[in-house]
């Protein structure tokens, strides 16, 4: 045990939240826990590796998670090393996570750390998000200049798929600024439902404007203008099936957890009124 005193706790400004894991097809388990991963909060990293993790329905996932807890996500590709065109994967990924940052990273190349020295400023907190191996912790250590962090290849030996990080540590960083390396994150499990979706799909948003009904599910309507732009090529048809089982998903969660508060405070009226039937039994 060390010798820490807390001599202040600060205001929680703001906090990535995902639903607990672990609940895994437990919808109703899930959406009763959150999970804060980290607060105060500067920017996020959602680090992806360019080898099979490489997902772009994970990052809209990611970005949706992120802006619902109204943050500022910064996407990084690592092991651009190993992939034969890294740029059309940013261009790739732009195109899903429009106006968001977007960094290559190699394990070749010292130089692709300089873009992201400005997120390290003193003051600045980031807080690393991603599956496990995809190099957020050898991303940690190349920016600090010091193996700070355990990593895969530094623990050999430890089994495949096994998370190497295991705790959330925070960094302060040589820069002056602040990083939270996380574990790796099996599943995004979704929390709050706060403008996420609008945030990462806006021009689907913006389609939906155009729908005859205004509570268009986009499914089946006539008159939809999202089918319409999907059978045009507008967008991407697997990007729309994305979005629109983060709406279900998120909405879900938002029905429940309002259905489980009006049960509450039917509860409660009902114990009110007991007591009062007890106070004028009484008389
Ligand atoms: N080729 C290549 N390999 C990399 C790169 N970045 C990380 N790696 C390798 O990927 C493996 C996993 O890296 P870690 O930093 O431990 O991954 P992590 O994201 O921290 O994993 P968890 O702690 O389990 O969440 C290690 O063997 C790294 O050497 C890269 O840019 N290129
Ligand atoms: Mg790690
Ligand atoms: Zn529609």
Not at 34 to 44: R, S, Y
Not at 177 to 204: H, K, Q, T, Y
Not at 241 to 250: F, H, I, P, T, W
Request: charged content about 30%; glycine content about 8%.
């Amino acid at each position: 045990m060390t010798d820490t005193v807390i001599s202040r706790v600060l205001v929680r400004k703001n906090a990535l939240s995902r639903g607990a894991s672990g609940a895994r097809n437990k919808q109703d388990e899930r959406s009763k826990k959150e999970q804060v991963i980290a607060a105060n909060l500067d920017t996020i990293f959602i680090v992806c590796g360019l080898d099979r993790d490489f997902n772009l329905r994970r990052i809209e996932r990611y970005l949706t998670l992120v802006y619902n807890c109204d943050l500022n996500p910064v996407v990084i590709l690592t092991k651009a090393d190993i992939h034969q065109d890294p740029e059309a994967c940013v261009g790739e990924v732009e195109a899903v996570a429009m106006g968001v940052p977007v960094h290559l990273v190699s394990a070749s190349d010292d130089t692709c750390l300089a873009p992201l020295e400005p997120y390290l400023s003193p003051g600045r907190t980031t807080a690393m998000v991603g599956s496990s191996g995809v190099g957020k912790s050898t991303l940690v250590n190349r920016l600090y200049g010091e193996n700070v962090q355990l990593t895969r290849s530094t623990s050999i030996h430890m089994g495949k798929g096994r998370h190497t990080t295991t705790t959330r540590d925070l960094i302060v960083m040589p820069q002056g600024g602040m990083v939270i390396d996380n574990p790796g994150i099996r599943e995004i499990a979704f929390w709050e439902l706060d403008g996420g979706i609008e945030a990462a799909f806006p021009e689907i948003e913006k389609f939906a404007l155009g729908c005859r009904f205004a509570n268009c599910s986009h499914t089946h309507e006539p008159g939809c203008r999202v089918i319409e732009a999907v059978a045009e090529g507008e967008i991407p048809r697997n990007r729309v099936e994305n979005y629109l089982k983060m709406k279900r998903e998120l909405e879900y969660l938002s029905n429940r957890r309002h259905k489980s508060a009006d049960r509450v405070e039917k509860e409660r009226w009902k114990e009110v009124a007991l007591q009062v039937k007890a106070i004028k039994k009484r008389r």
